[in-house]
């Protein structure tokens, strides 16, 4: 991040989840009339943005999970947009962190790949709402580790506002790839999903040699697969590495570089390897995802200091599932199930981040 240019900082001394930031929260030039809006450290709705400024014309990529956010994020563009607004945003999956923002953009054409539009009526706010409210009846209730799952829960929404929300999705599919013109600036839109999400999506500025690649990358945070396959994922990192690009903008973490890629690539070759070899021993996906985070090599790896390191929980049940030959995507119930699982796996990794959501002891208010 050193050698990227801070337009414009919040000038906040912690994170989301009240970390010691590792880069600054704001605005940040990448190329000429490329920039990149950053959340430090990547956690939980800790997402990136950015935004493309032409003649006339600007493109946002992704708003944030809430209005607060996103209007922080808006108002420090405002200089940049006043004289190029912005009429096209894309929206790059259909996780509620990168599109529940959209109604502060309501007047732009929202772009997205047709698989995640078909996605975004199973992604509400009342989702986010009822888990922070079973988390704060759970945390006082020390039976079964009910505690530990309500503490894990509550601190996962308790940085955002979820009330009032007016989901405003996508307003024009593609499928495949999308050539654009923003402003005299060419953009090229990748559908890359099925992988994170069923509808993924990269943006590349061919004259900036820059990607933003939502949540395809995450960088010193774990990523997390809802969808699937993993087969689709690494194509899809094996097809950034083989583009023309020097500066790539993850959905979570700090700006990459093709290392940063690879890295991704290591942590699901090194969990797809892990996951099967526990499948094919008979343990079940709780015990396996435990077996693999709590062992010596997983400790021995960089993976092990990256931020929320119990998202294995999730990722090897989307794993086994498609090993068992499953297509099909998990219930509510049956995602608050893995979930809550994760979150008992989080309060065994007492030093991972963010720390808040696995600290033991709360008092009563």
């Not at 912005?86 to 698989?115: C, K, M, Q, S, Y």
């Not at 600036?185 to 999400?197: F, K, N, Q, S, Y």
């Amino acid at each position: 991040m050193e050698q990227l240019k801070l337009i414009t900082a919040t000038g906040a001394q912690r994170t989301r989840f009240g970390e010691i930031p590792k880069y600054a929260e704001g605005l940040y030039e990448l190329k000429s009339g490329v920039y990149a809006w950053m959340t430090p450290n990547g956690s939980w709705g800790e997402s990136n943005a950015g935004l493309v400024v032409g003649d006339g014309a600007s493109l946002l990529v992704d708003t944030l999970w809430d209005l607060k956010y996103t209007r922080a994020m808006l108002d420090a563009m405002a200089p940049l947009t006043i004289d190029a607004p912005i009429n096209t945003v894309v929206t790059t999956h259909a996780d509620g962190d990168h599109w529940w923002g959209n109604e502060l953009v309501a007047g732009a054409e929202i772009i997205a790949t047709r698989a995640c539009i078909d996605e975004l009526s199973s992604v509400h706010p009342k989702s986010m709402l009822l888990l922070e409210k079973t988390g704060k009846l759970l945390r006082w209730i020390p039976l079964f580790n009910a505690d530990k799952v309500g503490h894990w829960f509550k601190n996962m929404a308790a940085p955002y506002d979820f009330h009032d929300l007016a989901l405003t999705p996508p307003t024009r599919a593609f499928t495949g790839r999308m050539h654009m013109d923003v402003g005299g600036r060419p953009v090229e839109l990748m559908e890359v999903g099925p992988a994170h999400t069923r509808g993924d999506l990269i943006v590349h500025i061919p004259d900036a040699k820059t990607l933003f690649t939502g949540d395809i990358l995450f960088v010193e945070s774990t990523p997390v697969i809802w969808a699937g396959p993993l087969t689709n994922w690494l194509a899809a990192l094996d097809l950034i590495i083989d583009m023309d690009v020097d500066v790539i903008v993850p959905g979570h973490g700090p700006v990459t570089d093709k290392d940063g890629v690879r890295q991704v690539k290591a942590y699901w070759e090194f969990a797809d390897a892990e996951t099967r070899r526990r499948f094919d021993a008979g343990l079940s996906a709780a015990e396996a995802a435990k077996d693999i985070v709590l062992g010596d090599e997983f400790a021995r790896s960089p993976f092990a200091a990256w931020n929320s390191p119990e998202r294995m929980m999730t990722n090897v049940h989307t794993l086994y599932r498609h090993l068992q030959g499953r297509t099909d995507h998990p219930k509510k119930p049956e995602l608050t199930n893995i979930l809550r699982k994760q979150a008992l796996l989080a309060h065994q990794l007492p030093d991972a981040q963010p720390a808040v959501m696995r600290k033991q002891k709360e008092r009563r208010p």
